[in-house]
C-alpha cells in the first residue's frame, strides 16, 4: 500500500501511527455499518471529526484505508490457519485442518460482520495488493503440504507439483473466495469434509 | 411450471400453442435487450400489443415465462453435453468430455447473451424448479459415468457412490452454476482440465 509522504507531526500530538490506527478504526467501525461502497472519505472525516485534507495526508485514497481493513483481517486469517495446522500428525491431517480452518476463518471474518463483507468482495473482485498477496500464501501453503506428503511418502510423486497444487487451490477456492463462499455457505462444512477425501484420493500414491 | 386454467381460444385465431411461443419469443427478446429484472409483464404486453389480462390467461406470472425460457436453455445444454459425451471411449474420457462440455455450453449459454444472464442468476439463486431438475441432471450423469468407470474396473470401488458422486459434482459446480462461473470465466478451459485430472486421480483403483 502507498502512503502520500507527509510531514512529521508536532511532537506532542500524536503520532502518524497513532493517527493512522485511529483513522484505520473509526473506519472499520464506520464502514462496518454503513458499508463500504456507499461511504466516502468525506463521510469518514466528519464522523472521526477530522479534515477531508488531514486523513488524505495519511491515506491516499478510501481504498488504502480498506486496504489495511483487508490486510488485518486476511492477517487475522493467516494467523487462524496457522495456528490450525501447527500441530498436525502427518501432510493429510495438515490438509484437512487447513482446508476447514479456511472456511471457518472465512465464514466468521466475511460474514460475520456482514457489512465488512463488502470490502472483501470488492477487495476480491478488483483484486486489492493484500488480496493477491494472500492468495499467494493459499498456494504456497498447498506447495507446501503436498511437498510434505511426498517426502514423507503419503502422497503421489508423477504428477507435476505445480499441477497437483494449482488444481487443489481450484478446488479450495469456492470456499476461501469471499465472492464464491457466500453462494457456498450452506452446508460448506459437510462439503469441505467430503472434498478434503476426495483430493487426498487424488494425492494417494 | 404452472400456468392458470383457461378456456380454447377461438377456432379461428391462434393456437394456444402459438400464442405461448409467441411470448416466450418476444418475452426472450425483450428480456435479452433489457434485462430480465427491470421488465415487468406490462412492460411486456406493451411489447406484444397484447393486454396484460391475456398474457396472464397463459402466464400466471412474470417468472413463470422467464421458466420456459430457463428450460429451454437448459434443455440446450443438457442436448450440448448428451451429444459431447456420446461417443465417448471410456469413463475418464467421459469425464473429461462432460466437464468441458458443461463449461463450453454454460459460457456461451450464460454470457453468450450478457442480458440473459440476469434470468439464469435469478433461476440459480432461487433456485427455480427448472435449475434444480438440471442439477438432478447432472447429479444423475456422474452417478452414472462413476458407475460405469467402476464397472468396467477404470474407478475404483471402495468409496461410497454417493459421496464419490457428491464430492465431483462439488469440484464441477463452480464451473456449472452461472452465480460462480462468472468468477470463474477467466482460465476456465486450464481449469478444468486440471481439474478433470484430479478428479481421476482420485477415481483410480
Known amino acids: 500500500m ?100 479456511f472456511v471457518d476463518a472465512g465464514t466468521q471474518l466475511f460474514f460475520g460482520d456482514r457489512k465488512l463483507y463488502d470490502i472483501a468482495a470488492t477487495a476480491a473482485l478488483e483484486p486489492w495488493p493484500s488480496v493477491r498477496a494472500y492468495e499467494r500464501y493459499v498456494e504456497e501453503l498447498v506447495v507446501r503440504i503436498v511437498r510434505e506428503g511426498r517426502e514423507s511418502g503419503e502422497f503421489e510423486r508423477k504428477t507435476p507439483l505445480d499441477e497437483t497444487a494449482n488444481a487443489i487451490c481450484l478446488v479450495m477456492k469456492p470456499y476461501i473466495s469471499p465472492l464464491l463462499l457466500q453462494y457456498n455457505l450452506d452446508g460448506a462444512q459437510d462439503a469441505t469434509v467430503h472434498l478434503s477425501n476426495l483430493v487426498l484420493r487424488s494425492l494417494a500414491p
Chains 1, 2 share one sequence.
Open 2 to 101: 502507498n502512503t502520500p509522504a507527509h510531514t512529521a507531526p508536532p511532537t506532542r500530538g500524536p503520532s502518524d501511527h497513532d493517527v493512522r490506527s485511529q483513522i484505520v478504526a473509526a473506519a472499520t467501525e464506520y464502514f462496518a455499518r454503513y458499508g463500504y461502497e456507499k461511504t466516502t472519505v468525506s463521510d469518514l472525516a466528519k464522523e472521526i471529526g477530522f479534515s477531508k485534507a488531514y486523513i488524505y495526508k495519511f491515506f491516499e485514497s478510501k481504498q488504502a484505508i480498506g486496504e489495511v481493513i483487508c490486510t488485518n483481517r486476511l492477517d487475522d486469517m493467516r494467523r487462524a490457519v496457522d495456528a490450525a495446522i501447527a500441530d498436525a500428525t502427518s501432510a493429510s491431517d495438515r490438509f484437512r485442518r487447513m482446508f476447514r480452518a
